[in-house]
């Protein structure tokens, strides 16, 4: 179900949204979270679309903030919210409302989605493009308990990386790091099995990679070895080589979904390690909603006194 308001406030949205869930008899309870999405109209529709597959593992609600801007000199000034809201099938398993901020609204935004998150639940905040640079000072990123950005959407990847090493704050995780989930788990197992200490590691990416960069640190970190970064043809990252007295261990995923890995003195053997959908990476990052302090680690470069120097 699908109801459109215009010109309106965020106490006519709640109450639109109670008006849909009694249309369709369902009640406002389940949803564990408030998911808010920083956007703009041209990438709106795929982020709603991710949004919606991951509350089917997440049910929530999701405000879409979408700033308008009109080329009308007259229109500027005027503030005005227009609304959107989707329950039932339109919404997967919780509910969507988008909202198109025009004029002095758009600055301030964080006043209309407050009246609207869940209560005592907690909240989400993901810029799928065009995150501040200081997600956790931002009006909207400041209502959440993570706050999710994607390194991979902006135009120099490894500066907007530095700045958000500069600003990181407890909450704050970017979707280049939770796409080496799988690398990172299978390069700990590998080391369980080589049960060797490491004495090089060479990253091998597609250049300027912000998730290669990423797992170099956090290597460099964890295992107090100077990690090689070597640019390759890509896509992504390709191999990880991790040198030991007994033979090097390597994973190494030149494309497709499938990467082989080799240990000393052990046969290669295939492994899946396939490039994830955004839906999949935004429901591994609502599976927590604590501080990220292996992101933290990657991006600094090293490891705190308090978490063991160990992958």
């Known amino acids: 179900m699908k109801i459109d308001l215009t010109d309106t406030t965020a106490s006519k949205v709640n109450k639109a949204l109670v008006q849909g869930r009694r249309a369709i008899g369902t009640p406002a309870v389940g949803m564990v979270l408030t998911m808010v999405i920083v956007t703009d109209e041209e990438n709106a529709y ?23 801007h009109t080329r009308n000199p007259r229109e500027r000034t005027r503030s005005r919210l227009d609304a959107e809201v989707r329950v039932g099938s339109e919404a997967g398993t919780g509910e969507t409302v988008v909202l198109r901020t025009y004029g002095e609204v758009s600055e301030h935004a964080d006043s209309v989605v407050l009246p609207l998150l869940l209560p005592d639940a907690p909240v989400v905040v993901w810029w799928p493009t065009d995150a501040p640079e200081n997600p956790a000072k931002d009006p909207l990123g400041a209502l959440g308990q993570r706050r999710i950005t994607d390194l991979y959407t902006v135009r120099n990847p490894m500066e907007v990386l530095e700045a958000h090493r500069r600003t990181y704050a407890p909450g704050d995780t970017d979707l280049a790091w939770t796409r080496l989930t799988l690398w990172r788990s299978m390069l700990a197992a590998a080391l369980d099995q080589a049960r060797a200490p490491v004495t090089s590691a ?14 170099a640190r956090w290597l460099e970190a964890r295992l107090r070895v100077t990690v090689d970064r070597v640019a390759t043809e890509g896509p992504v990252v390709t191999a990880v080589r991790l040198g030991t007295a007994d033979g090097e261990v390597v994973i190494d995923r030149p494309e497709g979904p499938l990467a082989t890995l080799t240990l000393p003195g052990q046969p290669a053997r295939r492994l899946a390690l396939k490039v994830r959908t955004t839906s999949e990476l935004i429901a591994e990052e609502l599976r927590r909603l604590d501080a990220d302090e292996m992101y933290a680690v990657a991006l600094r470069g090293e490891a705190t006194e308090e978490i063991p120097a160990h992958v």
Not at 48 to 60: C, F, G
Not at 204 to 214: C, H, K, Q
């Open 46 to 68: 795929d982020s709603i679309r991710a949004a919606e597959e991951a509350s089917h593992e997440h049910p929530s609600r999701t405000l879409v903030v979408i700033k308008r």
């Open 202 to 215: 060479t990253v091998e990416a597609e250049a300027d990679n912000p998730a290669a960069e990423l797992l």
